[in-house]
C-alpha cells in the first residue's frame, strides 16, 4: 500500500468527539490527522440527535458518563466564545406526572448533587407552567439550569476547523482498513487512500468504534447501535409545544421521549430507543412516529403536526460496558474514546481534554505556546442589524441574495460555507453549515441553487454534486436525442 | 432609497405582473413590482406545457408564454418599475417595504398601498411523513420540474411520482418525453387531485399506471433511492397491512400539494383563513389590514393561472383606488361563509358601500370538499336566494367560479351563504 504521511496521532472519526479530541491535541506539539470515512465531518451520531448539553444528573456517581458531563458542561461555556458556538443555556425540566415520578426526581437531584451539578431545583406544578404553559399533567419537575441545546454540527466544523489552524489536518473520504504494528504497538493505519505512519490511533469511530478496535486487536467491546427517530416542527410551532428542554420521568432504557427547542426556535419530539442489528439503517417507521407522538401527547396533548416539517433517526453507540470507553487500550498506541452515547455530545470536549493529555504525557509533548483558541466570528445574515447586512453586501454582493427563502440564507453565507477550512463539499454539508433547506420548505426551493453555488465554488459538473454521501448525486445528464447520454 | 409608491406589489408572478397592470390601467402612477428570482413571471417560466390562458387571453399558451405576455403587457411603461432578483425581507405594517439584492443592496421602500403576490410553495415529504431512509433522489415535481426545464438535468432515470395533482401528471409526462422510465403515480385520495385533461394527456397516453389508494410506506437506499414499499389504504388513508408491494426507482417526485407562501402575511399578523391557508380577503382582494391587498396562490392555490389573473387584476384596481383616495365613504361587512359540502370560499367577506351597494359585480372562487355529479350550488343570504345553479360535475381539484349579479346587492344581509344542495 502506498505511503501517504506520517504523523504523530491520527484520530478516527470525524464526529463531535473526534474534532474535540483532534482539537484538544492540536495544543500539544503535536503532529495530527483526523480521517472521516464520508465526504464530510460530522454525518454519523453527531447529525441526528437532541442537541442538548445536559446538566449531568442522568448517570451513576464516578462513572465516566458523569464525569465527563458535568465538565463537558462547564467547558462548553467556556468554548461558546472562543468558538462562537451557537449555544441556548435554556436549562432544562424532567417533568412528574406522578406522586412516584415525584419520588424520582428527588433521586435524580440527589444523584445531581453528587454528581457536581450545581444549581438544582424541584419546582411546583405552577412554577413549571409558568416556564412551560402547553404541558399537561404536571405534577412538579427537577430543574437544571446548566443545561442548555447546541447546533452539533456547527460544533463540529468549529472542533474542526481551530483545530486546523493551530496545525491539524481533516482528511475526509479516508475510510480505516486496517492496522500495522512493530513489536505489538501501533505503527500506521491502513486507509484506501495510502498508509499513514503514526505512533498513536484514537477510535471515535461511532457505532463502528467496535469494528476498528477489533482490527487493531482489541476485541474487549462491542457496540450496539440504537435508533432513535425525530419529529421536527417549524418555528411557528413553539407556541404550542415549548420553549425550553422538556424531559419525561427518565425509564432505564433512556432519558425518555422528549419535547424540546433548538438552537434556532424550531420544536422537536423524540428521541425512541431501539436496539438494531444493521449499523446503517437509518430508515424513520410509522411505528416510531406513532410511538413518539403517543408519548409526546402525555405532556402536550394537542400535537401541531400539521406543522411538522421532517423526520429523522439517528443512531447511537452502545457499549457492552455500559459506560464511556474512554482512554488507552491493551494495544500499546491505541486509544479509545467508545461508545459515545448519550451525554457523548456534551461530554466530548472533556473526552478530547482526558485523551489529549494522555498522549501527551505519554509522548512527552508539551504545550504549544502560539495555540489560537479563537475562531474568526461570523455572524448569520438574518441575524444582522439592518446596518450590518448593508454593510455586508456592499463588502460581497453575493450578500444581497437570498438562496434559501424560509430561513434568509445568502449565497454569500454558502460560498464562505464551501470556501472555510474543512468546507462543505454537499448539499447537506451547506446545509449543516448555514441552514440553507433546513426550514418549512426543506430545500425544495434551495436545493438545486445550492447545487449549482456547489459546482461553481467547487468547479465540478452539477452531475457530480452530492447531497450527502459518496454515491448521492443529485442530478444527471438528460439523454441525447439518439437515446444515449449526452 | 426611500420613495413613496402608490403599489409595491410583492412578487413578480402571474399575479404580481395582473395586479401591476390593473393597478396602472386604473390610475396609479408609481407602481413596482419585486421579485426574487432572475425574471419575471414565476413558476409559469418552468411550467413549459401548454393548456394557460385559455379563459384570460382567450387562446391556449404554454407557461413562458402565458408570462411573456403579461410582461409584455407592463414594459415600458413610466409608471411601472420591476425588480428582479431581490428579495424582500420585512414588511412593516406602515407599508414600509425592506427588500435586498446583489445590485442594489438593502433597500427601503414605502407604500401607500402593498399587494401580496407570494404564490404558493410545495408541500414536502417531511409534512406528510413518508417513512424509510432518506436518500438523494427525493424531490418536490415542482423543484424536479425546475431542474428539467430550466437548467437542463435529470433528477433521475426510473421514476415514482407520489399525488397526482397536476404537477405531478405534468411531471409524469416530462420525465417520459425526457426518456426517463416513470413507474407508476400514486395516490392516497380514492380520485385524482388533478384536472381530467392532465390524467388523459400525461398518464393515459404514456401508458403510465396510476394507483388511487396507494401511498409510500417506506423508502429504500443509502446513498441515492433504490426503490419504494407502496400499500394500499384504507378510507381513512391509513395502510393496509398485507398489501404492501415494492416497486423499483432511483427518483421520487412529490405532488402532494401546495402551501400558500405567507411568511410575510404572517409577520403583519393578517387574519388567516385556517383552510385556504391565506389571508382573508373581501371581495376587493383588500386583508384585514388596511390598504394591504392580497391575490393568487397567496389566498387560495388555484389551478389555473387565469383566475389568478383575474383576481389579481381585482387587487390591483382596488389597491390603486385606494391609494388615489377614492375608496372612501362607509362600508358595512358582509360574512361569506361555505357550508353544505363547499369547502372553501373566496372572498370570505364583502365590504359593501352603505350609500352606493350596487357596485360592481361580485365574483366567487370556491371549492368542493368531495366529487360530485349533478348537484346544484345555491348562494343564499337569509332566506333570500341570490343565486342557483346546476353543476353537472363538482371536484375538489376545479375551483368553481361564479358571479352575483349587483342587482341582486339590496338582497344582502349580514352573511351570504354559498353551499350544495346534495
Known amino acids: 500500500m502506498e505511503f501517504v504521511k506520517s504523523t504523530d496521532v491520527v484520530v478516527i472519526g470525524g464526529g463531535i468527539v473526534g474534532t474535540a479530541i483532534l482539537r484538544e491535541l492540536s495544543k500539544y506539539d503535536l503532529q495530527c490527522v483526523l480521517v472521516e470515512k464520508e465526504p464530510d465531518v460530522s454525518l454519523g451520531t453527531t447529525k441526528a440527535n437532541s442537541a442538548i448539553l445536559h446538566a449531568g444528573f442522568d448517570a451513576p456517581t464516578g462513572s465516566l458518563k458523569a464525569i465527563t458531563n458535568v465538565r463537558g458542561n462547564k467547558l462548553y461555556h467556556q468554548l461558546e466564545k472562543e468558538l462562537d458556538l451557537d449555544i441556548k443555556w435554556t436549562g432544562s425540566l424532567v417533568v412528574a406526572t406522578t406522586e412516584e415520578e415525584m419520588a424520582t426526581l428527588q433521586e435524580l437531584m440527589q444523584r445531581g448533587h453528587a454528581n457536581g451539578v450545581e444549581g438544582l431545583q424541584i419546582l411546583t406544578a405552577e412554577e413549571v407552567l409558568e416556564q412551560e404553559p402547553n404541558l399537561q399533567n404536571v405534577k412538579g419537575a427537577l430543574w437544571a439550569p446548566t443545561a442548555g441545546v447546541c447546533w452539533p454540527f456547527g460544533a463540529t466544523v468549529a472542533f474542526a476547523q481551530c483545530a486546523v489552524q493551530n496545525g491539524a489536518e481533516v482528511m475526509c473520504d479516508t475510510k480505516v482498513l486496517g492496522f500495522i504494528k512493530e513489536d505489538g504497538r501501533i505503527a500506521g493505519v491502513e486507509t484506501n487512500k495510502g498508509v499513514i505512519k503514526t505512533k498513536y490511533v484514537v477510535n471515535a469511530a461511532g457505532v463502528y468504534a467496535d469494528e476498528i478496535a477489533k482490527l487493531a486487536g482489541d476485541d474487549s467491546f462491542t457496540i450496539t447501535a440504537r435508533k432513535g427517530e425525530y419529529i421536527l416542527f417549524d418555528k411557528t410551532a413553539c407556541n404550542s409545544l415549548v420553549y425550553g428542554v422538556v424531559f419525561p420521568c427518565p425509564t432505564k432504557k433512556s432519558k425518555g421521549i422528549l419535547v424540546c427547542t433548538t438552537t434556532h426556535g424550531n420544536t422537536f419530539i423524540g428521541p425512541n430507543a431501539n436496539e438494531l442489528e444493521d449499523k446503517e439503517d437509518h430508515a424513520v417507521t410509522m411505528d416510531g412516529m406513532n410511538e413518539i407522538m403517543t408519548s409526546a401527547r402525555k405532556l402536550i396533548p394537542n400535537l401541531p403536526m400539521g406543522q411538522a416539517i421532517t423526520q429523522f433517526a439517528g443512531l447511537r453507540a452502545v457499549s457492552s460496558t455500559g459506560d464511556f470507553i474512554i482512554g488507552p487500550s491493551d494495544i500499546e498506541g491505541f486509544f479509545n474514546a467508545a461508545g459515545m452515547q448519550s451525554p457523548g455530545l456534551t461530554a466530548a470536549p472533556a473526552v478530547g481534554e482526558l485523551v489529549a493529555a494522555e498522549i501527551a504525557r505519554l509522548s512527552g509533548a508539551a504545550k504549544k505556546a502560539n495555540f489560537k483558541a479563537a475562531l474568526p466570528k461570523t455572524k448569520a445574515f438574518l441575524r444582522m442589524t439592518r446596518t450590518e447586512q448593508a454593510k455586508a453586501i456592499e463588502a460581497n454582493n453575493l450578500y444581497g441574495r437570498v438562496i434559501c427563502r424560509c430561513e434568509t440564507i445568502t449565497e454569500g453565507e454558502i460560498v464562505e460555507a464551501i470556501n472555510s477550512p474543512v468546507g462543505a463539499r454537499t448539499v447537506d454539508g451547506v446545509k449543516r453549515r448555514t441552514r440553507a433547506g433546513m426550514g418549512r420548505c426543506q430545500g425544495g426551493f434551495c436545493g438545486p441553487r445550492v447545487t449549482q453555488i456547489l459546482a461553481r465554488e467547487l468547479n465540478i459538473p452539477i452531475t457530480e454534486v452530492l447531497k450527502e454521501r459518496t454515491d448521492s448525486n443529485m442530478f444527471y445528464e438528460k439523454y441525447a436525442a439518439d437515446g444515449g447520454e449526452e | ?422
Open chain 2, 1 to 422: 432609497m426611500n420613495q413613496l409608491y402608490d403599489v409595491i406589489i410583492i412578487g413578480g408572478g402571474p399575479a404580481g405582473l395582473s395586479a401591476a397592470y390593473s393597478a396602472w390601467e386604473n390610475g396609479a402612477k408609481k407602481i413596482i413590482v419585486i421579485e426574487r428570482d432572475r425574471e419575471l413571471g414565476g413558476i409559469l417560466q418552468q411550467c413549459i406545457h401548454n393548456g394557460f390562458g385559455l379563459h384570460h387571453f382567450k387562446e391556449e399558451l404554454t407557461g413562458p408564454g402565458y408570462a411573456y405576455r403579461c410582461i409584455e403587457m407592463i414594459k415600458d411603461k413610466p409608471e411601472i418599475e420591476t425588480l428582479v432578483d431581490t428579495m424582500v425581507l420585512d414588511v412593516k405594517d406602515n407599508k414600509t417595504v425592506i427588500a435586498v439584492s446583489p445590485e442594489k443592496g438593502l433597500m427601503e421602500l414605502q407604500g401607500k398601498t402593498v399587494i401580496l403576490t407570494m404564490g404558493c410553495r410545495e408541500r414536502t415529504r417531511g409534512a406528510i411523513r413518508t417513512p424509510g431512509e432518506r436518500p438523494a433522489g427525493v424531490f418536490t415535481a415542482g423543484a424536479a420540474q425546475r431542474m428539467v426545464n430550466m437548467e437542463g438535468y435529470l433528477p433521475g432515470h426510473k421514476i415514482v411520482i407520489l399525488g397526482s395533482g397536476d404537477i405531478g401528471l405534468v411531471m409524469a409526462r416530462r420525465m417520459s418525453l425526457e426518456g426517463c422510465k416513470v413507474q407508476a403515480v400514486l395516490e392516497i385520495c380514492p380520485f385524482s387531485n388533478g384536472l381530467t385533461r392532465n390524467i388523459v394527456q400525461c398518464l393515459h397516453d404514456y401508458d403510465i399506471p396510476l394507483y388511487l389508494s396507494h401511498t409510500i410506506v417506506k423508502i429504500h437506499g443509502d446513498t441515492r433511492v433504490t426503490g419504494i414499499t407502496v400499500a394500499k389504504v384504507d378510507y381513512k388513508m391509513c395502510p393496509i397491512p398485507g398489501t404492501e408491494f415494492d416497486i423499483e426507482c432511483d427518483t421520487v417526485l412529490l405532488s402532494v400539494g401546495l402551501i400558500p407562501e405567507n411568511e410575510l402575511s404572517n409577520g403583519l399578523n393578517l387574519a388567516m383563513h385556517p383552510l385556504t391557508a391565506g389571508p382573508i380577503v373581501d371581495q376587493h382582494r383588500e386583508t384585514s389590514l388596511d390598504g394591504f391587498f392580497a391575490a393568487g396562490n397567496v389566498v387560495h392555490v388555484h389551478d389555473l393561472v387565469d383566475f389568478v389573473s383575474d383576481e389579481a387584476e381585482i387587487a390591483g384596481k382596488y389597491a390603486a383606488l385606494k391609494a388615489l383616495g377614492k375608496m372612501e365613504g362607509e362600508m358595512r361587512e358582509v360574512k361569506v361563509s361555505a357550508i353544505n359540502g363547499v369547502r372553501t370560499c373566496v372572498p370570505q367577506k364583502l365590504s359593501m358601500s352603505v350609500a352606493n351597494p350596487a357596485d360592481e359585480k361580485v365574483k366567487l372562487f370556491m371549492r368542493v370538499a368531495a366529487p360530485h355529479r349533478k348537484v346544484r350550488l345555491e348562494i343564499k343570504s337569509g332566506d333570500n336566494v341570490l343565486l342557483s345553479k346546476p353543476l353537472p360535475v363538482a371536484k375538489p381539484s376545479e375551483m368553481i367560479a361564479v358571479e352575483i349579479p349587483a342587482a341582486k346587492f339590496d338582497l344582502i344581509g349580514d352573511e351570504i351563504t354559498v353551499g350544495l344542495l346534495l
